[in-house]
């Protein structure tokens, strides 16, 4: 089975009542309550066993940073555990409509970011794990993280319980919502940070609308200057990569000769091959730079060990920079349940799953796949570093804050969705009542139970010795 784009039932050239008829008739295999059932199997694979088997394919030496991350917290470990997540969905009830998952939609991947017209938006921001799959998936995983981040901050199982009610019944309303729309007001549908702002309603309460304006001007300034003057420094005259070992080393730092020489030529043309996967303006904005430094960089959570390339590249001067990031792309942790990607690439499956999930996307983001790196074929996609990037601080938001966050997640999950899947279909299996809000609140907090057990397994495991660990 192959999973490169929805299939042909999904295209959705039927009629408006047949979409409804669709949604109404899946309540019957999949009843909108049997949603809170969450029961680990008999056969359920040992949770370190999973992660352990990722981890075979990642620069041996970073894997005891991913270990020593997700053992920190229950949250920590649970951004780690999108395999671990998959493998327990797959036992689990589904309608039976299908959309372009993110396959990681924890609420820590919702952010700000800029959209190629120098928009401040929020989005959904990582898609490393995108493939069609059924929608309920990514609303459980959201559910679930505002549960166990819940957990962490001390909220009541009541105040937990209304946080994730509010984002899935800001899905579920806006879903509904999309289901009236056309298509291409669907499309056209985004979410503008400043805009947002200036929204009276659900999602910016007025006693937040200050902490909401500081949010966005440090997201703005997050851009290519600052990681510039973050993260480089001159020596001998010329703009390098500033080492941080380990969590960045410069190519000068980490190979011999030999083996960096080749390394850098094929990171060389990976850059410029990717380039064929821009548009031509995009491509002839490429080209108006040169590669100035090459770095391995360690990042996130789950990702921690996949090859991550950073690259500083320089325009006119040395003044003016670009930092690109090309990141290993690996098979979806949904493939063995959903079936894998049919396109040529992991690295175009991702691109191709954010370009539609997303409303605007990074003016660079595109992909390759490369020979030779570390004497294998591997596949990358390429984005910019950094561009106006703004992640939400999960620690101090109150049940209040936490229940905004995630309204404001539930609806950006329902546009993303409503792009690619039969958005009539879902809103009508939905319905007005809030009985699947109250089904996921119960399956979030039986989740969040099995994900505390998974993190001890692994802290367990650490103690014993059988994997290793490191803080980083």
Known sequence: MTSNHLS????????????????????????RSSHAEFEPSSKRRDPVEIIEKQSAKRVPELVPIRYGRMSEAPFRFYRGAAAIMAADLAQTPRSGIRVQCCGD???????????????????????????????????????????????ANGFSSKERASVVRAAVGSYRERMRSFAGMGNLDVWYTSYDADEILEQQGPIVGAGQRE????????????????????????????????????????????????????LEKELSRLIEHYGQTLQTDRRFLLQGYRIADMARKVVGVGSVGTRCWILLLLGK????????????????????????????????????????????????????????????????????????????????????????????????????????????????????????????????????????????????????????????
Not at 325 to 348: C, N
Not at 396 to 423: I, Q, V, W, Y
Request: charged fraction near 30%.
């Open 211 to 262: 902490r909401w304006g500081r949010a966005a001007q440090r997201a703005r300034a997050h851009d290519t200057l600052q990681v510039f003057d973050k993260l480089t420094h001159v020596l001998d005259g010329k703009r390098l990569i500033a080492p941080d070992p380990p969590l960045l080393v410069p190519l000068h730092d980490l190979l011999p000769t030999v083996e960096r020489s080749k």
């Open 317 to 472: 001067d040395d003044g003016d920079p670009l930092f690109l990031q090309a990141k290993e792309a690996d098979e979806s942790v949904l493939a063995p349940y959903v079936g894998g990607s049919s396109f040529r690439t992991q690295g175009e499956r991702v691109v191709a799953g954010q370009r539609l999930m997303q409303a605007t996307s990074d003016i660079f983001l595109g992909w390759e796949r490369v020979e030779g790196i570390d004497g294998q074929q591997r596949d990358f996609y390429v984005r910019q570093l950094r561009d106006w990037k703004g992640i939400a601080v999960t620690e101090e938001m109150s049940p209040k804050r936490m229940a905004n966050f995630g309204r404001l997640c539930g609806a950006t999950l329902a546009r993303a969705h409503a792009r690619s899947g039969d958005r009539i279909a879902i809103a009508a299996y939905l319905g007005g009542s809030d009985v699947f809000d109250r089904a996921l609140a119960t399956f979030a907090e039986l989740y969040a139970d099995q994900n505390e057990k998974d993190h001890q397994a692994l802290v367990e495991a650490i103690r014993t010795g059988r994997v290793a660990a490191e803080a980083a």
């Open 8 to 31: 042909g039932d999904e295209t959705q050239h039927r009629t408006s009542q047949e979409r409804v008829a669709r949604g109404k008739a899946a309540r019957s295999d999949a009843p």
């Open 105 to 151: 939609a924890h609420m820590l991947n919702f952010r700000l970011l800029a959209s190629p017209e120098r928009r401040l938006m929020f989005d959904i921001n990582d898609f490393d794990e995108t493939l069609p799959g059924p929608w309920e998936w990514d609303v459980k995983r959201l559910s679930a993280s505002l549960a166990i981040a819940g957990r």
